[in-house]
């Protein structure tokens, strides 16, 4: 199973980004709940939001309103819309897929929120 985070890159403060995260190999998506979370240099890795596989949402406190994590199943891809971008939100963001004992990341994208 591979998983690949896409859409990331630099953004003035303000701006919009959306995140792709597209699952492909042995799965099915379906059944698998997406998340995302980000890791700035020096940090610690931080949890942004997780779409459950029947829908339901959970978000981060400190993110909600600003970032939207959605899915496409019938494309094996899981977004994050993340609005009013502010330079603190410059973190390598990565896509996480669970179901059960199984467990998959991505490598991660980067975003710059920087003027």
């Known amino acids: 199973v591979q998983v690949v985070e896409s859409g990331g890159g630099l953004v003035q403060p303000g701006g919009s980004l959306r995140l792709s995260c597209t699952a492909s190999g042995r799965m099915t998506f379906s059944l698998y709940d997406a998340g995302w979370y980000r890791q700035a240099p020096g940090k610690e890795r931080e949890f942004i939001a997780r779409?459950?596989?029947?829908?339901?949402?959970d978000y981060s406190d400190a993110l909600k309103g600003r970032f939207t994590i959605s899915r496409d199943n019938a494309n094996n891809t899981a977004y994050l819309q993340m609005d009013d971008l502010k330079p603190e939100d410059t973190a390598v963001y990565y896509c996480?897929?669970?179901?059960?004992?199984?467990?998959?990341w991505g490598r991660g994208t980067q975003v710059t929120v920087s003027s």
């Open positions: 996480n897929l669970r179901f059960i004992q199984f467990d998959y």
């Open positions: 779409i459950l596989r029947g829908g339901n949402l």
